[in-house]
């Protein structure tokens, strides 16, 4: 049986594949699917890709494409969320801050460098009309738990990470949201190792057919709602809201948003130029 690694976030948007392994779907197929969860989010995976421990990861748009003109030997195989990612802005409950316009030229938390909570760090300060060089510094936590310390004991001020993740530290009084930011394009791609793209593009093509399958008809699985929460330890109206406002995607990244992402990215130089559309991505 060919064993398969694979990473992704342990968070909600990830459940349809806990939900195939669970059911032995690959393994019905000769697939070893073996799941791992990176708390350190796209930074961390896009570490796992590059020495290889993971073959394909669910990650981040901005992030992967960031690293691959970076040079990590990987392509995007598909789009797995269609729609953004909503990032809540936060500051410790007790914090003085009480507006986004408050965390002008204070220290966001990020996971790692090049990671989403950084690079989405950059995006709201552009939204903000902050300098990008005077008014944005970082403090590197590694994960949530790392955030919910930094900004606790104050060697952060805010931090961004998606909203829905956060509600319950803000519900429990740790953390408080001043504001959001949504991601400006389709929010989680599936990323593949190229010498697992060459060399192993049929178990590809069924490992997608399976997730595809499930993701297709996600909203429709009975009490879906009430395993999220139940799961994720949330709250059951916002699981429903969330769900309301999420589309799962069975396609690849079109040219325009590829070029798109790449012009912000390059406009925060967070990147060093735009590059081809057929370098980022790998149709199957």
Known sequence: ????????????????????????????????????????????????????????????????????IAGNPSKIVQTFVQTPLIWGIHVAHNSNYKTVADLKGTKAAISRYGSGSHLMAYINAQNNNWNLENDLNFEVIQNLKGAVEGLTNGDADYFLWEKYTTKPIVDDGIFRRIGNCPSPWPCFVIAVREEFIEEHEDDLKTILSIINATTSEFKDIPSIDRMI?????????????????????????????????????????????????????HKL
């Open 1 to 68: 049986m060919k064993k398969v690694n694979i990473g992704g976030v342990p968070e909600h948007f990830n459940l349809a594949w806990y939900l195939t392994l669970k059911n032995g779907e690959y393994k019905n197929q000769g697939i070893n699917l073996r799941w791992q969860d990176y708390y350190g989010g796209t930074g961390a995976m896009c570490k796992g890709l590059r020495n290889g421990d993971i073959d394909i990861a669910v990650i981040l748009t901005e992030g992967i494409v960031k690293d691959i």
């Open 229 to 281: 929460a139940n799961r994720y330890e949330q709250q059951l109206e916002d699981v429903q809201d969330w769900l309301a406002i999420t589309e799962w995607s069975q396609e690849l990244l079109d040219e325009p948003t590829i070029i798109n992402v790449q012009n912000q990215l390059k406009a925060l130089d967070i990147i060093p130029k735009v590059v081809d559309y057929q370098y980022l991505i």
